[in-house]
């Protein structure tokens, strides 16, 4: 028997019992699930299947008469078998009591039919012209992605169910009995504006112009979490994997990067101990790293739950937004299903997400040079998707000969559910690493006042 003459994956059985069960136990509707007509195989129970749920959505009764007379009022009736395929049904089915096992078969045999058919347009997109081969897996996983959705099912929660598990979960953290939900950074005065730290589910998005240490900012946190239980995921697109595990050396051992990017001029005998605590701090850290550049979303929603399934994880840092791809022909539509795709992730995986953003070198032209949310390039999806946006600058990179060297100020300009500021950091320019603000606040105060009086942001 040739493949072409096999008839796609199907249960006639199952798809007569759901509908069969449904006009014997309307009730029973509630036990199918997210069951839709589609997932029928043939067309008569497509209709059939419609017919009972629209009559049970407008609380009438769904039997073979009420069914037979609202297909004949559509002209459907005929198409959809008659009055006696209805009652052949309706007689063949003892009751619904097995109705939710039918439906689960209708679904699975629905869902090998997509694969089916995934596979078909997969080969269709090889035979293309015109596209890489790059481009041919971005839109295989596409599709295969598509079909993956249709499975996901999660019914409503009753504010009293949700309202039990929540506070369960508080009296178990009071407690100590579980996880902190907020991942803390290590800097403590950033920790304390976002309330503990990055909570789970959360996306953030870090913008700055170039030269401001955004990727130091961002390794920071992740060596950080990384060797304090949290696994860390670090897409670097901009760096390559070398360069990523040297500012890890010189953040955990303070090694001047200077001398790890030449060694034979720059290290001597000190800073060996440096390498060494760093080699000793890596074997604790959950920190994976990944330098593929030109990253998709479909990338990205792939390698993070691969990640989980194998080490876990619990902070995934993108470096930068910029460098992502996507099909779309706008850029800024780009930008918007990643942004929106980044957010769903954090979500779905229940991790938190930084994400870099590129600042443009417009801001220069500003009487202050303070970041905003209209500074996040490609559109306001950035600004409309992410939970948190943070601004850094530092003025020494604008005024080499500041007398605030050394320091960085983050700007969180947007917090949902929390409050907005402005914290103060200490940058160690040498091991790219920022720490906790070591100077004066009071001075710093002072400082930022005179900048106000002279019509400058704070």
Known sequence: MSLESVAPPHSLHAEQSVIGGLMLDNDAIDRIGALNAESFYRHDHRLLFEAIRGLIAMQRPADV???????????????????????????????????????????????????????????????????????????AQNEIGKLAQTTIKKEPASIQEAMGRYVEGLDQRYHGAVENPAIPTGLKD??????????????????????????????????????????????????????????????????????????????NESHWPGVTAAVQRATEAALFIDDTPALTLLDVVTKAPAVKRKRGLDLLVIDYLQLMVGLEEKRYQQIETITKGLKGLAKSLNIAVIALSQFSRDIEKRTSPHPKMSDFRDGGSIEQDSDILIGLYREEADKPDTEWKGCGELFVLKQRGGKIGKVMLTYLGEYTRFENFTGSMSAYETRSNKSKSRGFEG
């Open 65 to 139: 008469l009420t069914v037979h007379d609202r297909l004949s009022f559509s002209g459907k009736d005929q198409v959809a078998g008659g009055v006696a395929y209805l009652n052949d049904i309706a007689s063949s089915t003892p009751s619904a009591s097995n109705i939710g096992r039918y439906a689960d078969i209708v679904r699975e045999k629905a869902l090998m039919r997509g694969l089916l058919s995934a596979t078909n347009r997969v080969q269709e997109i090889v035979h293309e012209s015109g596209r890489t081969a790059s481009e041919m897996l971005d839109a």
């Open 190 to 267: 950033l920790d304390a504006l976002l309330n503990g730290g990055i909570r789970r589910g959360r996306s953030v998005t870090v913008g700055a112009r170039p030269g401001m240490g955004k990727s130091a900012f961002a390794e920071t946190i992740a060596c950080h979490t990384s060797i304090n239980g949290f696994s860390t995921l670090f897409l670097s697109l901009e760096m390559p994997e070398d360069e990523v595990t040297e500012r890890a050396v010189a953040n955990w051992g303070k090694v001047p990067t200077s001398a790890l990017a030449d060694p034979k001029s720059h290290m």
